[in-house]
């Protein structure tokens, strides 16, 4: 695909989501009060296109280059046999292994400080909707995909058919990002809703919700939250960049050279409450 119809791609998706999901927003809102054109829609939107132009595509080589290896190692007679399951068990399979993976590698990344240096940048963000859901580094997506997928690829599903799961579970993420509140009663024991992930986004770094597509994972592991009103506020209890860059970089960054470059770049980083006490990031915080 050459640049052109990337620059295409892109547009044409950026265009789909906007209108598909502006209309669910608006039809049914966990927040009426927000706006289309929220704070940081700006930054956001520069995720968005990052995603698009530059990371996705090295996601996918990457899975290309781990299948690769794995075909090294895993018996062929043993992803024939997957291979000959019905294809509604081999789904079923790839979805509660991807889950079962995803869940514990979602919880390590609110627990180790060195993954939540990354994964924070996808909590920064203080307004949900299906824009924040591409606020993430490249480093968090590359160690989310890689290790959602890992279960396909161990199975032997072809490229084109994880396209196809990397697809869905876009999507997914988009929605349960949204500004969307949809109360699907019982089923959401079963099924991931916006209102479970809301929880997740809330300022309490370990408030639980973990799971990808189904919430059975918290429910079995004791991390299911879901209380019926919207969160009071989203976010991250520490300072964090303005700009996009200073988000890529920032968690790249030991702790002393953050505080040396923070100090002679005034204005990149808000001040903030940390622990109800009122920093300044450009003064130094370590990380």
């Known amino acids: 695909m050459n640049f052109f119809s990337v620059i295409q791609a892109t547009g044409l998706s950026f265009f789909i989501l906007l209108a598909v999901f502006t209309l669910m927003e608006k039809a049914f809102p966990a927040n009426a009060q927000q706006r289309i054109f929220r704070p940081n829609w700006v930054l956001d939107l520069c995720f968005f296109l990052g995603q698009y132009f530059l990371w996705g595509a090295m996601v996918l080589l990457l899975l290309n280059y781990v ?19 019905p294809w509604w068990l081999q789904a079923v399979e790839v979805v509660v292994l991807s889950d079962l993976v995803v869940y514990w590698a979602h919880r390590l ?42 279960p396909a690829l161990l199975l032997g599903f072809n490229l084109e058919t994880l396209a196809g799961l990397i697809a869905f579970r876009g999507m997914w993420a988009i929605y349960i990002h949204s500004n969307v509140r949809l109360p699907i009663g019982p089923l959401k024991w079963f099924i991931g809703a916006p209102e479970l992930h809301h929880w997740h986004h809330s300022y309490d770094r370990k408030a639980g919700n973990y799971a990808n597509i189904s919430p059975l994972m918290d429910i079995i592991f004791g991390t299911y939250n879901c209380p019926d009103k919207e969160p009071e506020k989203f976010g991250i209890d520490e300072p964090s960049p303005r700009y996009y860059l200073g988000h890529l970089l920032y968690p790249m960054l030991p702790g002393k050279w953050v505080r040396v470059i923070t100090g002679r770049f005034k204005g990149l980083y808000p001040a903030k409450k940390v622990n109800n006490n009122p920093v300044n990031i450009n003064d130094g915080v370590p990380m």
């Open 67 to 85: 299948n690769g290896l794995l075909n090294t190692f895993i018996p062929h007679t043993f992803r024939q046999k997957v291979a000959a399951q």
């Open 109 to 150: 990344q609110h627990n180790n400080a060195f993954l939540w240096r990354f994964h924070k940048v996808h909590h920064s963000s203080e307004h949900l909707d299906w824009l924040a859901a591409h606020r993430e580094h490249p480093v968090d997506t590359i160690y989310t995909v890689g290790l959602l997928n890992l």
